[in-house]
């Protein structure tokens, strides 16, 4: 089973808020106030008018949407996240950005490599954007992002 995500995480009102510069971004709710928007190639290119220069850490990140994270930062935390897992194996990347700078990352764990003890990159974005995991599930689990295996899952 295969599991495909690239996303900015932040807080719902935030997204809802700074969507209306990007009319192609879908918003999907997530738990704890959260919610995502899917990246698709059409939202990655928007902000830059068709700049394909990839943020360094990253697969699909351009500098230019990178730059409007920055912006959107400076109303709240905002989380980029990517994860691509087939059969268990897999890799993420993520960061953090608040008041116009990444605050944390870009963090990374590459397939093979063991989780580090404070978490994954995303589920360690999740506690900076104020989830807090329980005791028996971690911040990915609790926030829903399980709950579809693609972006088209979250468009849907």
């Known amino acids: 089973m295969s599991y495909d995500l690239k996303a900015v995480v932040a807080g719902s009102g935030l997204l809802t808020a700074v969507t209306a510069e990007l ?29 394909q220069i990839r943020r360094t850490g990253f697969w699909n ?17 905002v989380a980029y996240v990517e994860a691509e897992y087939f059969g268990g194996v897999g890799e993420e990347n993520a960061a953090v950005w608040r008041d116009g700078s990444v ?5 990374h764990l590459l397939e093979g490599e063991t989780a580090p003890v404070e978490g994954t990159p995303i589920c360690r974005v999740l506690r900076e954007l104020g989830v807090t995991a329980g005791a028996a599930q971690d911040e990915f ?4 992002l399980g709950d579809h295996r693609d972006g088209e899952g979250w468009l849907s």
């Open 103 to 107: 605050v944390l990352g870009p963090l």
């Open 61 to 77: 990140l351009t500098a230019a949407f990178d730059q409007l994270l920055a912006e959107w930062s400076k109303t709240g935390p």
């Open 23 to 51: 009319p192609s971004a879908r918003i999907a709710r997530l738990r704890h106030g959260l919610a995502l928007i899917p990246m698709t190639d059409a939202l990655l290119v928007a902000p830059g008018e068709g700049s």
């Open 141 to 144: 689990t609790i926030v829903g």
